[in-house]
């Protein structure tokens, strides 16, 4: 029969893999929870007016990347593209924005998104996101930026990724520099390439983000946007770029970084790294003062980021940044042959767990002759083969092999068997 297939741009999580993960997810918890972020978990599904009200209509997640489909009940529903509608949804259900409170919170998971497969961008992706709500100012964007900076640090890809850094301004701000960024793409309709005619009409900033080089030259002679600014934002961004030259983060100020989501205002920025090819981007965000209200919400101001764990992933792999210690070889390789052996043996392995919390111990089961438990053991990655017999059974002793290092075998009573483990395997803890 033939075999079924996952679906294209949804990968498998392998085993080989899964390690790198948990250490990633667990790098970024230990750093968010440090800075007093607490991780919120929501559905993966969601209804489909929740996505348009907040991404926006006009904007590629909504026009033509969403998993949506009807239920049963002919609701429409839609895989959740990306966290941050899901968070403040959330958030407002649960009354977590009631009074003006300040919320820190994180997230982890799956993301849909029909994009075209390749390196670095799936269809099925996942993502870490941060959200903190309810502060206005700007010390707050400079917190969310300094969690990124110190990740990438103990992460060891400090050096590899910059810092792009950019104001959209108010809404009323975009909404003047709109009308003069039209008025002069106009002027230049028929040489801008096909995706920014048709975004002309309906997200003519989005044509900032243009990739045709032809579109990027004419953009080159554009009004800027921070010729339109608003005080407040200027005055917000002056001092988020004063925090962080405290800080000792550098940044690159990116005038036509605008992000392709509707509900940003004021401060963007991306983490972009050149290792990665196209898919450049490992962790992108921003404020989003009016999103809250836009969902139905009293006003509260937001700020947030959402990182790409594949991207991250990739990027730690090219970089040769996997520690080793996260490998799961086993500390130990327990050898066992004979009927008593295994019995003995199976107890002597509940016992080392108990007195050693922390040793890895892989029992052999299943049985085999000694020869083929020995390739087993090498190719464990064990460090240290125990070998129990019948003989050894009845005698309560064990013999202990050193399967890395040049040492001789040793047979030792069980019972010295715990401090010989701990001392030999240092760092056991
Ligand atoms: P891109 O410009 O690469 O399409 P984006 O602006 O659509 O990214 P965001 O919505 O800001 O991405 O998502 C934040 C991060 O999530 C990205 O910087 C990236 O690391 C990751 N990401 C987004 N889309 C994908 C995807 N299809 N596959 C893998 N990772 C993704
Ligand atoms: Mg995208």
Redo the contacts with the bound molecule.
Sequence with gaps: MAKIQSIRGMNDLLPADSALWQYLESTVSGVLGRYGYQEIRFPILEQTELFKRSIGEVT??VEKEMYTFKDRNDDSLTLRP?GTACCVRACLQNGLLDNQQVQRLWYTGP?F?Y?RPQK????Q?H?IGVESFGVATADVDAEVIMITARLWEQLGIREHVTLELNTIGSLEARANYRTALVEFLQQHFNDLDEDSQRRMESNPLRILDSKSPSTQAILDQAPSLMDYLDDDSREHFETLKTLLDAAGVSYNINPRLV???DYYSKTVF?WVTDKLGA?G????GGRYDGLVEQLGGKPAPAVGF???V??LCLLLQELDKVPAEIAADPDVYFVVAGQQAQTAAFQLAEQLRSQIPALKLQLHCGGGSFKSQFKKADKSGAAIALIVGDNEAQEGVVNVKWLRDEIEQKTIKNDQLPALLIEALNGLS
Excluded: N, S
């Excluded at 670095?120 to 269809?123: E, I």
């Excluded at 981007?281 to 992108?284: D, G, L, Q, W």
């Design positions: 590629d997640i990306e993301m998104r994009e670095g961008r799936l269809r992706f993502q992000r392709g989501l991306e898919q981007t490992v962790c992108a959402a990182m790409g594949e991207r």
